[in-house]
């Protein structure tokens, strides 16, 4: 049971406070988290339960926004983390991406949605498209309609069909003209290269993602050519747990629209799309920067969107860099970016340039790490292939369609 959750920023202000029980937790709490965050740094920050004084702590971190609950009785820790990311999903699904200024924009629905999601400290309705019924996603008429009369609340005054059903995450008996359903796969590729070129880890994080708009109450079946590759999976509720132990077949009635069907990992990959070559020479206080880009495995699609970024170390007081093909930007917090977009046929992209030393030091004594961002439509790297989707008492006119994408996670290469 989750007695308090609070919403943090980046810089450690409670932006949002959240009692959920008849015990008051104190601010006070938030204090402590945060003081041990900036004694402790990011080893800190990397827990996800952490045990205070007084409360057992949750924490999950947001593109900056940390959701902090709390808790002194004994509960499942798995189930206090899942619903703080349910929480942080739901929030940008409503609110179109999570940041400070955009909690504070819409503190009103972000209160409401919690109502919903949690009572008494229990979690309670957190499918984001049964909450859509409840709850209407801010927009600008409702904003001016808040305006003129006065009413900031968007709860519907009835509840959904669907709240009271064995199938809570599905409307109840929805109808469509045109049914349809579509299955993304989409991957991140996690690797690091070392100093000499060999590859230390490279695993790919995947997601089954699907669009339905299905007619009355679907019954899917969808099933992969090698399911045996798997690892670390994770369901959404609707899927039932027996025929996937069994046969590695997923079985499921589906949310209607978008929702995560599972997501899994894949680890131990042999090789990576591109190849980083990073040359760093110094001596007489300059370092003479070379750095070639090519592809190492052509998957069959074309390789975009490819970005290098590193930090310039502490020491360097200027950079002259060039590049023979795409964009080379020195941002002002020392990050150089090298957007190079598709790899031309007729030569492989390479940055060069000096970087000047402070005056005191003759060579470079801590060289950089470079991150490696690119896309790939068309391809899952990992190789895991979807079979077949079935439905049963399929509709007249049923129209399915499959797609895969894959682009870089933390994909670094050290020098």
Known sequence: MLQCIFLLSDSGEVMLEKQLTGHRVDRSICDWFWD?????????????????PTHYLFQVVREGITFLACTQVEMPPLMGIEFLCRVSDVLSDYLGGLNEDV?????????????????????LTTEANILREMIAPPNIVSKVLSVVTGNSSNVSDTLPGATGSCIPWRAAEPKYANNEVYVDLVEEMDAVINRDGALVKCEVYGEVRVNSHLSGLPDLTLSFANPSILDDVRFHPCVRFRPW???????FVPPDGEFK?????????????????????????KCRVNVLVGMRNDPGKTIDSITLEFHLPPCILSADLNSNHGTVNILGNKICSWTIGRIPKDKTPSLSGTLLLETELERLHVFPTFRVGFRIMGVALS???IDKLDL???????????????RAGEFEVRS
């Not at 049963?392 to 894959?406: I, V």
């Open 36 to 52: 041990h965050v900036i004694s402790q740094g990011d080893s800190f920050k990397s827990q996800p339960v952490i045990a205070s």
């Open 103 to 123: 909690i504070k924009d819409n503190f009103v629905i972000v209160y409401e949605l919690l109502d919903e999601m949690i009572d008494n400290g229990f979690p």
């Open 245 to 251: 132990e069994s046969h590695q077949v997923l079985s």
């Open 261 to 285: 069907l599972m997501s899994y990992r894949i680890k131990k990959l042999k090789s990576t799309p591109l190849y980083v070559k990073p040359q760093l020479t110094s001596d007489a206080g």
């Open 383 to 385: 190789g895991l292939q």
């Open 392 to 406: 049963k008492t399929a509709p007249s006119r049923l129209y399915k369609g499959f797609r895969a994408l894959t």
